[in-house]
């Protein structure tokens, strides 16, 4: 019975990591997209990219991920609080970067790899 909850785990880590590896090139590609070629300030730039990201992230989660029965009403509110907590860590490591001297876009990659670590735990715990 055990190797079967850890398998199940274990397909449910791989389902989230591969949502969330594709909500993570959304974000990185809408946010060095928005930096790089529009000179879009960094802290706009991720935002922008976070909700994009946070539509590509739910669905993935709901459908194929956590398979989830409940109704989307009841798990967007606590996705949300989800996301927005992965989203604060983010800005806040973009805030305590902001005077250390490197690219803008190194910081977007340091704060877009957070995310999915905040976003599992909150999640798988959580909200499905």
Not at 25 to 32: C, D, E, P, T
Not at 78 to 86: L, M, P, R
Not at 87 to 108: E, H, N, P
Request: with cysteine; charged share 10%; hydrophobic share 60%.
């Amino acid at each position: 019975m055990r190797d079967v909850d850890i398998r199940t785990e274990a397909f449910r880590l791989v389902r989230f990591s591969i949502v969330g590896g594709g909500a993570t090139i959304v974000h990185m590609a809408v946010s060095l997209s928005l930096a790089g070629f529009f000179s879009f300030a960094a802290q706009i730039a991720n935002l922008i990219a976070f909700l994009t990201a946070f539509c590509v992230s739910f669905l993935g989660h709901y459908f194929y991920t956590f398979k989830s029965q409940q109704a989307m009403v009841r798990v967007i509110p606590k996705f949300a609080i989800a996301a927005v907590s992965g989203y604060a860590a983010s800005a806040l490591l973009l805030f305590l970067l902001r005077y250390v001297d490197i690219d803008g876009q190194i910081k977007l990659i340091l704060a877009a790899m957070v995310v999915p670590i905040v976003s599992y735990l909150i999640n798988r715990f959580w909200v499905f």
